[in-house]
C-alpha cells in the first residue's frame, strides 16, 4: 500500500464506499491522507456522570436499557440510560435504530456528542458509541471533522484515517532536512498524524504550521525560479534617451506626481537591462497609470519598438487609443486600434500596418493576441487591468516577439502585500500611492431606497451645475439577461419621469459595439448628462466631468468592485459623491460601512480580504495558482518565514532535484504562475 494506491484497496472500502470518495474527488490513499480536517472538536476528557455540564462531554459508561420507537414516518428515535459509578444519564439517537444492537451487549463504551436541553429534559445527543479500547476512533480523543463533501460523512472518513495511520506514521519527509531543522518543524509523518490524530489541542497548531509552511514555501519557491527563468531570458536593450522622456514629459497638460515619476524610472531602467522586465504597476483607481505606459511606449518607439496594450474591453481600449493618440501623436508616433469591430478591408490593412512596423503602438483586446497578428519588432507589452487575463492568453501574447518583450501589468485592484508576495512573487512592483494634485476625497453615502427622491433632486443639482453622473444597476441575479433587462427598466423609468428634462444614455454588454462605442463618446464628449449602465464601465473609464456615481442595489457588489466603480467619479478637481442605495431598507452591511469609510483601495483590498477570503476575491478562475488548502493569506509572518527560506533555498544552490515530491509539486505551482 502506498499513496497512490485506490482507495478501494484500503480496508474497510468497499465498491460502494469507494464511489463516495470518488464523489468527493477523493481516489487514492495519498487523497484522503491530505484531506485535512476542517476543524476539531475536543472530547478527550472523560468526564464522570454526576459531574457532567452542558456541552461537549465523552463518557464511559455501560447501556442499562435501550428502546427505539416510531414517533411518525421517517423518524424512529432510540433512547438508552447509560451508567457509570457516579450516575446515570439519557442518550437519545435519530433514526440509528442499530445502536440497539451495538449497545445490548452490556459491555463498557465511550460515548461522545453534545450534552444539551431537549425536549424537557438534559441529554446526550446522537453521541457517537465505541467499544472502550486502546484507540478509539469516534470518541475519547480530540476528533477531527471533515469537511462533507457530497454527503461524505466525518465517522466514514476518520474510520478509513485510522486505517491508514500505520502509513502516515511511515511518510517520508518531503522538505530538506535544514529547513525542518532551522524553522523548527514537525516533520511532515508528524504533522499529517497531528492534524488526523492530535493527542492535543496544541499538536494541530504545530501540525498546521507546518503543513502551512511547506504550501507557501512551495508556491513561493516556484515563483523565485520563475523569476530565475526569466533572468536567463533575453530581452530587447532599450536605452534610456533623457531628452525624448523630457520632452514628452512638458507636452503633458499637468504635472506628474511623485509616484508616477518614480514608476516611469523603474520601467525605463528595466528597459536598459539584458533581461526582460516582468513588472506589476498597482494604482488605486484614478492614480493615472496610463500615461506612465504612455511614456515607456514614447520610449520604445523612439528607439524604434512597437508596443502593444491590450485591455479587458473595447469601450476602455478605444478609450486608451485616444488618450495615447493625444499624448504621442505630437512626436509623430503612430497608434492603431484593433477591436473585434474593425473588420474586413480596415482590418487587412491595419495587419499589414503593424506587420509593417508602421504602427507603434497597437491597442486592442483579446484580438490582439489573434494568430493573425503580426508584428514587425514588438518590445514592449502592456497588460490593463492584468487580472482579467489568463496565464495563457498572456503566454500567446508574448510568443509574438522574436525577443522576450518587456513586460508591464497594470492593476488598479491594490492587492495586500501579503496576497502580492504569494500571487506575484516573480514580479517586480511598482505602486501609485499618491493621487494626483488637486484630487478631492470623493464623498461616500449609504442610502436608503425610501429616500430615491431626495437623492434624485442631488444629482439633479450636480447636471445643473454642468457635471455628469453614472447610474450604476446590478446583477439581479446571476442571469445577464436579467441584468439587461434592469438597467432597460432603469433607463426608461429615469427617461420618462425624473429626468425627463435631461439627456439620458444607456449602456450594457450585450450592445453591438459599435453602438457601445457611440454611446461612450457621447457621455465622454458631454453630450449626456446621465449614462445608465451595467458594471461594464467598473473598469478603467475615464471620464473626468462625471462626480456622480450612484449605485443601486449596492449591497449586492463586492467591496473591491465597489472601490473600482467609485473611482470613475474623483477625477478632476470638482467635488465628486458616491452615493450607494442599498436593496432593502435595512441597516447597510458592514461592507458598505467600510466604503463609506475609506477611499483607500489598499485598505479596502485588505478589509475585503479578511470579510471574504482570498479564494473568493482573487479565485480559482483569476489565478489558477492561489489554491491555497491550509495556509492563510493573513499570516503574513509565516509568508515572510516561506519567503526567505524560499529565497535562501534558490541561493544556496541545493538542487530541488533532490527532492523528489518537492519538486513536482513546485513544477505544479511554476506551471501555473508563470508569465513567460
Ligand atoms: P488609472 O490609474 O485609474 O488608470 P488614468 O490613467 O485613467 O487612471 O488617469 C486618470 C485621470 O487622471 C486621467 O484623466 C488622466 O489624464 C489624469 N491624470 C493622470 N496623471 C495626472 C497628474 N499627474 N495630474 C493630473 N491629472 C492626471
Ligand atoms: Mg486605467
Known sequence: MNLVSPLEKVKGIGAKTGEQFALANLHTVGDLINFLPRAHEDFSHITAIADIA????????????????????????????LADDSGKL???????????????????????GEFEFNYNRYQLTNPSAEQVSDMPVQ???????????????????????????????????TLPADIIKDEKLLSRSNALLAMHFPKTIEDIEKGRERLAFEELFELLLASQLNRQENARLEGWHIPFNQPVVKAFVKQLPFELTGAQRLAAWDILQDFEKQTPMNRLLQGDVGSGKTVVAGLAARQAAHEGFQTALMAPTEILASQHAETLQNLLSPFGVRVGLLTGSVKGAARQTLYRAIAEGEVEVVVGTHALIQEAVQFH?????VIDEQHRFGVKQRQELLKKSHHMPHLLAMTATPIPRSLALTVYGELDISILNELPKGRKPIMTKTWSPNSRAQLYSLVDEEVTKGRQA????????????????????????????????????LLHGKLKSDEKERVMQQFTSGLLDILVSTTVVEVGVDVPNATVMLIEDADRFGLSQLHQLR????RSVHQSYCYLITSTSAKPTQRLREVEKSNDGFYLAEVDLKLRGPGEI??????GALNLQIASLGDTKLIARAQRTARAFVESGDSLLKYKELASRVQHYQRLTTLN
Open 470 to 505: 453614472y447610474v450604476i444597476c446590478s446583477l439581479i441575479d446571476d442571469n445577464p439577461d436579467n441584468e439587461i433587462k434592469s438597467v432597460q427598466a432603469e433607463y426608461i423609468k429615469l427617461q420618462n419621469s425624473i429626468f425627463k428634462h435631461r439627456r439620458i444614455g
Open 567 to 570: 473611482g470613475r467619479v474623483g
Open 377 to 381: 519588432k514588438l518590445g514592449f507589452v
Open 618 to 623: 482573487y479565485g480559482h478562475a483569476q489565478h
Open 54 to 81: 452542558p456541552g461537549k462531554a465523552t463518557i464511559k459508561a455501560k447501556c442499562e436499557k435501550i428502546v427505539t420507537r416510531p414517533v411518525r414516518r421517517g423518524l424512529r428515535i432510540t433512547t438508552a440510560t
Open 90 to 112: 439519557q442518550a437519545v439517537w435519530f433514526n440509528q435504530p442499530y445502536r440497539e444492537t451495538q449497545l445490548k451487549s452490556g459491555d463498557e463504551f465511550y460515548f461522545s
Open 139 to 173: 470518541t475519547d480523543r480530540v476528533l477531527p471533522v471533515y469537511r462533507s463533501i457530497k454527503g461524505l460523512k466525518t465517522p466514514l472518513v476518520r474510520k478509513i484515517l485510522a486505517e491508514l495511520r500505520p502509513l502516515i506514521t511511515m511518510l517520508p519527509e
